[in-house]
Structures are given as structure tokens and as C-alpha cells.
T-cell receptor, first 112, second 111 residues
Framework: GQQLNQSPQSMFIQEGEDVSMNCTSSSIFNTWLWYKQDPGEGPVLLIALYKAGELTSNGRLTAQFGITRKDSFLNISASIPSDVGIYFCAGQPMNRDDKIIFGKGTRLHILP | KAGVTQTPRYLIKTRGQQVTLSCSPISGHRSVSWYQQTPGQGLQFLFEYFSETQRNKGNFPGRFSGRQFSNSRSEMNVSTLELGDSALYLC??????????FGPGTRLTVL
């Protein structure tokens, strides 16, 4: 079945550094979504992307819908302690009746 | 606008018992999806309901079932609980499009 490869699995960074993570697939997606999950809570939608090549920002977060429709990137600038958590990408296949596919997540750690 | 609510938030059961979890979607949302989340496994899709009909189903045994009511509220049931069913169960609602909004989850512990 369709799968999303999300990388890296985990990241250890210093406060103030920029962060980049990505999701790739062998399949084409219609929509890309990025979520953040804090411990013990449900994922929260950060950014939704609907068009190939689209670049969208939400504060210090920027995400891009890859031009091939097979990948997406999320960047976080000037990281702060509250950025700690798990970031998930999700893709909606071209057949909108198919279920949304989630990546396995990138766990972000910020070193003191 | 109230978000997705899930009850209960925490649940402890023993092997062999059955459990019912409840999800109330955002007002106006007709699609409800359920996921199981365990450490290292990410979000495993269970099923999706839209207008009281199951639209998609994941690869889980028949012990996992669900339903949706006319007011879009949804329940999922797990019968004959096993230790491996311990997980965070997440419900997400949407208008029927791509953006899913998650509830806080129900933490199920099976002893």
C-alpha cells in the first residue's frame, strides 16, 4: 500500500537553530498536511498544502508541497523550547475516497 | 467553536473485557476517523465514518468495530481486550475533506 517516509526520525538541536524535516513517497498526493503532537495530546494541524509547488508559512513554520507531488518539507526557524514534540506529515492520495496516510513522525528535542 | 471531544480520557481494563470509546466531532463535521497510536508505530488507521456509513477500514481484527450516529457522534468498541491493545486512541473529525482535526485521545491501558 501507499507509504510515507518521514525523516529524520528524531532530531536533537540547540535552542535558536533552524529545523528541517521532510516526507517522501513513491505515490502522488493531492494534499499534504503537517501536524504537531505534544505528549499526551492529540495532533494539532499546523499547515495544509493543496497545490504542487505551494509554499505556506504559519509564524516560524514554513512548509512546501513538492513539485512532483511526491514530497513535502517543513522548516522551523529559530526554534524555541515549546517546539519540542512529534511532527507528523500526512498525505491525501489522489483518489479522495482513499484514507489519509500518516508518516511515522519526527521527534524534536531541544537541548538546554 | 468547540473542538473534538473524546471520553473517557483514561481507561484501565483487564484482558478479555470489552471497551467503548466515544468521540464528538466539531459541530458540522460529518466525517470521523479513528486511529490507534502506540510508541514507535505512529498513527495506525482504524476506520472512517461519514454520514453514518463506514467509508474506509484499516487492517485491524474484527474485535475492533465502530459506528456513527445521526448527530455525527461516533463510538468505537474493542471486544476481548488483549495486552497489545494498550494505546492512545485518537478520533479526528473533518467536513469530509482533507483537513482532520484531532481530539485529545483516550489512553487505554489493558492489564
Amino acid at each position: 500500500g501507499q507509504q510515507l517516509n518521514q525523516s529524520p526520525q528524531s532530531m536533537f538541536i540547540q535552542e535558536g537553530e533552524d529545523v528541517s524535516m521532510n516526507c517522501t513517497s513513491s505515490s502522488i498526493f493531492n494534499t499534504w498536511l503537517w501536524y504537531k503532537q505534544d505528549p499526551g495530546e492529540g495532533p494539532v494541524l499546523l499547515i495544509a498544502l493543496y497545490k504542487a509547488g505551494e509554499l505556506t508559512s504559519n509564524g516560524r513554520l514554513t512548509a512546501q508541497f513538492g513539485i512532483t507531488r511526491k514530497d513535502s518539507f517543513l522548516n522551523i526557524s529559530a526554534s524555541i523550547p515549546s517546539d519540542v514534540g512529534i511532527y507528523f506529515c500526512a498525505g491525501q492520495p489522489m483518489n479522495r475516497d482513499d484514507k489519509i496516510i500518516f508518516g511515522k513522525g519526527t521527534r524534536l528535542h531541544i537541548l538546554p | 467553536k468547540a473542538g473534538v471531544t473524546q471520553t473517557p480520557r483514561y481507561l484501565i481494563k483487564t484482558r478479555g473485557q470489552q471497551v467503548t470509546l466515544s468521540c464528538s466531532p466539531i459541530s458540522g463535521h460529518r466525517s470521523v476517523s479513528w486511529y490507534q497510536q502506540t510508541p514507535g508505530q505512529g498513527l495506525q488507521f482504524l476506520f472512517e465514518y461519514f454520514s453514518e456509513t463506514q467509508r474506509n477500514k484499516g487492517n485491524f481484527p474484527g474485535r475492533f468495530s465502530g459506528r456513527q450516529f445521526s448527530n455525527s457522534r461516533s463510538e468505537m468498541n474493542v471486544s476481548t481486550l488483549e495486552l497489545g491493545d494498550s494505546a492512545l486512541y485518537l478520533c479526528a473529525s473533518s467536513l469530509g475533506g482533507h483537513e482532520q482535526f484531532f481530539g485529545p485521545g483516550t489512553r487505554l491501558t489493558v492489564l
